[in-house]
Every structure is written in C-alpha cells, then in structure tokens.
Nanobody, 121 residues
Framework: VQLQASGGGLVQAGGSLRVSCAASGRTFSSYAMGWFRQAPGKEREFVAAINWSGATTNYADSVKGRFTISRDNAKNTVYLQMNSLQSEDTAVYYC???????????????WGQGTLVTVSS
C-alpha cells in the first residue's frame, strides 16, 4: 500500500483544516488507518485511528472533540478534519496503514510522506 498525504497548510488559531490521505492498491478497505503527527524536536505521536469499516475510531486526548477521522473506502481515502486548531497542533501530519487501529507507531506497516500543518497564533 502506498499512501499520499495532502491538504496541509497555514491556518490561524481557531480555524479548521482537513487533511487527506489517498492510498493505492485494492486492499485499502482491509486496513486500519491512523494519523500521527511530529512537531519539531519531538517524537511522533498518535492523533487518531479508524478501523477498516469506519465503525470504530480512537483519538488522543489532546484532540478529542476537535478532530474527526473518517474514511471513504470507495475512494481509497482517509480524512482528518481538524477544528478549533491551536498553535500546539503545528506539526507534520502522517497517515499510516496497519492491521488494527493502534495508538503506537509500531502498530502500522505503511506510512505516507507527511503534510505540514502550521497554526499561527
């Protein structure tokens, strides 16, 4: 599976942004998908995950209630809708595919290249 993240950019604090991750291959619907982020000088951290069908989602406490993960298996795409953005959300956002919607980096097999989200205060 090859993953291509897009949609990052510059947004003001309090604003919204949606990032997308398009997958190649016909097996996308069999994978759980996750979003992680990495800020400068920090380790990559879990943001959100969704199971293969979209019925189960999981969020980091820091984004719960502000971010929503969703997927469209017909389009081989997973989304991360980000609302009420804060300066602390500034990071490179990575999508990943794996067998289960885990919250750890090691739980995913395939990774996209990342898309930069910058929140200005």
């Amino acid at each position: 599976v090859q993953l291509q993240a897009s949609g990052g950019g510059l947004v003001q604090a309090g604003g919204s942004l949606r990032v997308s991750c398009a997958a190649s291959g016909r097996t996308f619907s069999s994978y759980a998908m996750g979003w992680f982020r990495q800020a400068p000088g920090k380790e990559r951290e879990f943001v959100a995950a969704i199971n293969w069908s979209g019925a189960t989602t999981n969020y980091a406490d820091s984004v719960k209630g502000r971010f929503t993960i969703s997927r469209d298996n017909a389009k081989n795409t997973v989304y991360l809708q980000m609302n009420s953005l804060q300066s602390e959300d500034t990071a490179v956002y990575y999508c990943a595919a794996g067998p289960w919607p885990r919250v750890v980096v090691s739980g995913y097999t395939y990774w996209g290249q990342g898309t930069l989200v910058t929140v200005s205060s």
